[in-house]
C-alpha cells in the first residue's frame, strides 16, 4: 500500500504542471479543408456566436458562422461590389459593430487605392451595407518609379478598432498629395459606422514639407489620437532630424490639436515604425517608437522609445531597454546572448499597467559576386529569422516589474515581416502564404500574467530544459501548437502540449494570429490544421479554448 501510495504521489507531481495550464479545450467544429492562401479573420461576439472570413483569390468572401452552441449555422460566399484583391490590397479590419459583422479592406481598383466597408448581419446571412467609404489619387505610370526609386511611401489606409466601444478611426495616407497639409486625413466613426469627426493633419507651422503616418488610437466617440512624423529632405530645406507628434481629434472637431513628443534616442527622421496605445484606466497614452541604428556583424540594429502622454498632455519619454531580459538569456545559456530585441506590441492590463512584448528579429545580409571582368555581377540577400519572445511588464506609473524569456527560432528566408506586424494582426488577421502564417506567436492578456503562444517542434522542450540553443524551424509541418504561462511566474516559463494528439505522428498547427480572444466570455477561438492528416479535404477545425 506504501508503495503504491508513493507511485501516485510521483504520478500526480509529474501531471500538476500539465493541470496548472488554464486554458482548455471547450468546443471543436465539423472539419473542413484548410484554406492555404488569402485572408482569414475570427470574430467572436457578444451573444456567443463565432464568425470566420477568409478573403480568398477568387476575389469573394468565405463566410462560416457558428452559433452559441458552436455548431454551425450557415456558409455563405460572398461578391463584394469592390473585389478584394491579394496583390495591393490589405484586409485592415475585421470585427463587431451594432449594425453586425464590419469588415474594411483596401484595395487598388483601375490604379485608384479605394477603402471599401461591406457590413454582414450574422442574423440572416444578408449583406446590410457594400461600399467604397474613401478614394485616394489615381495612381500615374511613372509614380512606380517614385515609390520604387525615389522612397516615396505607397498610398495606404490605417485603420484602429476600440474594442471596448466598437468606434474606430481611418488614416487616409495619400502620399502623391502635392499639399503637405492635405496628405493625412483621419475620420472617426462610432459603433454604428457613423462618422464622428474629420480632419487633415496640419504641419506645424508649415515647417515640414513631409508628414508621415506612424500610427492611431481610437479612445470610444470622444477622440482619436494620431502619431505622425514631420521631416524636411535636403532639397525642401529645413529641420532635417524631424519632429515627432501627437495630435488630438476631438468628437465634432474641424482640426487637430497637436503636441510636440521629445526624442531622446536621436534623430526622429530615423524612426521605422510606432505603436499609439490609449490606457482606460489612467487616461495616458502610450506612443513606442522603433528606429534601426545600422548593422553589427553584419545584422541589423535596433532602438526604441517610450513616451506617455498623461491626461493633462504632458508627455514624458525614455528609452525603452531589455536588460533585464538579456540577463535572463545570459543566466540561461551562461554565455553572452545577444537578444536583439524589437517590440512587437503594447497591451493594457486590466490593474492599469501595461506589457510590452518583444520579439528577436535577426536580418542578416549577405553580399556575393559571380562571373569575372566586365560580366561581374553583384548579389546582395537579406534573410530573416524571427527569434526569442521577451516580455517586460510595468505598472501603471511605468516602472518595470516582471520579466519574462521564451526561446525561440523560426527562419523566414527572404521574406521579412513588417516592423510591429504582430500589433496589426491583432485586428485584421492573418494573411495565408506558404505557411508562414505558422511561425508567429500571440499574446492574451488574462489572469496576472497572460499567456504567450506559439507553433515549435516538440524536441526543443529538451534543449531548453538542458539551456542549449533551440532549433531553427523552416517546415510549417514539423510544428505543433504549444502555451507558455507566464501566471505561473516563471522567469523562463515552461512549455505545455495544447491539443492532445490521436497518433504518434500527428501535428496540430494553431492559426494563433487569425484567432480572436474575448475577454468578456474568456474565450479563445482558433483555427487549427493537421497538416500530415491523409484527407486534406478534413484536416482543419475551429477550435474553442476556455482561458482563465
Given at each position: ?7 501516485l504521489?510521483?504520478?500526480?507531481c509529474i ?12 468546443a471543436?467544429s ?7 492562401s488569402g ?41 463584394p461590389a ?12 475585421v470585427?463587431?459593430t ?35 467609404i ?5 495612381l ?36 502623391f498629395?502635392s499639399d ?10 462610432n ?15 508649415n ?10 488610437a ?9 502619431s ?12 532635417r ?14 482640426a ?5 513628443v521629445?526624442?531622446n534616442?536621436?534623430?526622429p527622421?530615423?524612426i521605422?515604425?510606432a505603436?499609439t ?8 497614452i502610450?506612443?513606442?517608437?522603433l ?13 526604441s522609445?517610450?513616451s506617455?502622454?498623461d ?7 525614455r ?7 538579456q ?15 524589437v517590440p ?12 510590452i512584448l518583444?520579439e528577436?528579429?535577426r536580418?542578416?545580409?549577405t553580399t556575393s559576386?559571380s ?5 561581374m ?17 510595468y ?7 516582471d ?7 523560426h527562419?523566414?528566408g527572404?521574406?521579412i ?6 500589433a496589426k ?23 496576472e ?6 507553433n515549435?517542434?516538440e ?22 501548437a504549444?502555451v ?7 522567469a523562463i516559463?515552461v512549455?505545455?502540449?495544447i491539443?492532445e494528439e ?11 494570429n487569425?484567432?480572436?480572444?474575448n475577454?468578456?466570455?474568456?474565450l479563445?477561438t482558433?483555427?487549427?490544421?493537421q497538416p ?10 475551429v ?6
Amino acid at each position: 500500500m506504501k508503495k503504491i501510495t508513493l507511485l501516485l504521489a510521483a504520478f500526480l507531481c509529474i501531471q500538476a504542471p500539465k493541470a496548472m495550464a488554464q486554458m482548455n479545450v471547450v468546443a471543436e467544429s465539423e472539419t473542413f479543408q484548410e484554406y492555404e492562401s488569402g485572408h482569414l479573420k475570427i470574430v467572436s461576439l457578444k451573444n456567443k456566436e463565432t464568425a470566420l472570413l477568409h478573403f480568398n483569390n477568387h476575389r469573394s468572401i468565405d463566410w462560416k458562422m457558428y452559433d452559441a452552441a458552436h455548431k454551425l449555422k450557415f456558409e455563405k460566399s460572398i461578391k463584394p461590389a469592390t473585389p478584394y484583391k491579394m496583390k495591393g490590397g490589405e484586409v485592415l479590419g475585421v470585427f463587431e459593430t451594432t449594425e453586425g459583422i464590419t469588415a474594411i479592406y483596401s484595395s487598388y481598383y483601375h490604379r485608384v487605392p479605394t477603402l471599401n466597408r461591406i457590413v454582414l448581419d450574422p442574423a440572416t446571412g444578408e449583406v446590410k451595407q457594400d461600399q467604397v467609404i474613401a478614394k485616394l489619387k489615381r495612381l500615374r505610370f511613372f509614380d512606380g518609379y517614385a515609390m520604387a526609386f525615389g522612397g516615396v511611401p505607397l498610398p495606404e489606409f490605417f485603420l484602429n478598432l476600440d474594442e471596448e466601444t466598437g468606434c474606430y478611426a481611418v488614416a487616409q495616407y495619400n502620399t502623391f498629395e502635392s499639399d503637405r497639409n492635405r496628405r493625412i486625413q483621419v475620420v472617426h466613426y462610432n459603433n454604428s459606422n457613423k462618422e464622428i469627426a474629420r480632419a487633415y493633419y496640419q504641419s506645424p507651422k508649415n515647417k515640414y514639407k513631409y508628414l508621415e503616418f506612424l500610427d492611431l488610437a481610437t479612445i470610444g466617440s470622444k477622440e482619436v489620437v494620431v502619431s505622425v512624423l514631420g521631416r524636411n529632405t535636403v532639397a525642401s530645406g529645413g529641420d532635417r532630424a524631424g519632429i515627432l507628434l501627437m495630435g488630438s481629434l476631438k468628437e465634432g472637431a474641424k482640426a487637430f490639436d497637436m503636441q510636440k513628443v521629445n526624442y531622446n534616442s536621436g534623430r526622429p527622421s530615423k524612426i521605422k515604425s510606432a505603436l499609439t496605445r490609449y490606457n482606460p484606466h489612467t487616461g495616458d497614452i502610450y506612443m513606442l517608437t522603433l528606429e534601426t541604428t545600422g548593422k553589427k556583424k553584419n545584422m541589423t540594429q535596433f532602438r526604441s522609445q517610450l513616451s506617455i502622454m498623461d491626461a493633462d498632455r504632458k508627455v514624458n519619454s525614455r528609452v525603452v531597454t531589455t536588460k533585464k531580459i538579456q540577463e535572463l538569456t545570459k543566466k540561461h545559456y551562461k554565455k553572452d546572448n545577444v537578444f536583439l530585441a524589437v517590440p512587437q506590441n503594447l497591451y493594457i492590463n486590466k490593474d492599469g499597467g501595461f506589457s510590452i512584448l518583444f520579439e528577436e528579429e535577426r536580418l542578416v545580409t549577405t553580399t556575393s559576386t559571380s562571373g569575372t571582368g566586365s560580366s561581374m555581377m553583384t548579389k546582395v540577400r537579406t534573410t530573416c529569422t524571427m527569434g526569442d519572445i521577451g516580455v517586460q511588464h510595468y505598472d501603471k506609473e511605468g516602472n518595470e516589474q516582471d520579466v519574462y524569456y521564451i526561446p525561440k527560432s523560426h527562419y523566414y528566408g527572404t521574406l521579412i515581416p513588417d516592423y510591429m506586424y504582430n500589433a496589426k494582426v491583432q485586428q485584421c488577421g492573418v494573411r495565408l502564404s506558404w505557411g508562414y502564417q505558422f511561425k508567429s506567436f500571440a499574446y492574451v492578456p488574462v489572469g496576472e500574467r497572460g499567456y504567450v503562444l506559439f507553433n515549435d517542434i516538440e524536441r526543443n522542450a529538451k534543449k531548453v530544459e538542458k539551456k542549449r540553443e533551440v532549433s531553427t524551424v523552416s517546415a510549417a509541418g514539423d510544428l505543433e501548437a504549444f502555451v507558455f504561462d507566464l501566471n505561473e511566474q516563471e522567469a523562463i516559463p515552461v512549455r505545455k502540449q495544447i491539443f492532445e494528439e490521436e497518433g504518434k505522428n500527428d501535428r496540430s498547427l494553431g492559426l494563433f494570429n487569425g484567432s480572436d480572444y474575448n475577454a468578456a466570455q474568456k474565450l479563445m477561438t482558433v483555427v487549427v490544421t493537421q497538416p500530415r492528416k491523409k484527407d486534406a479535404r478534413t484536416n482543419t477545425k475551429v477550435v474553442w479554448l476556455s482561458v482563465q
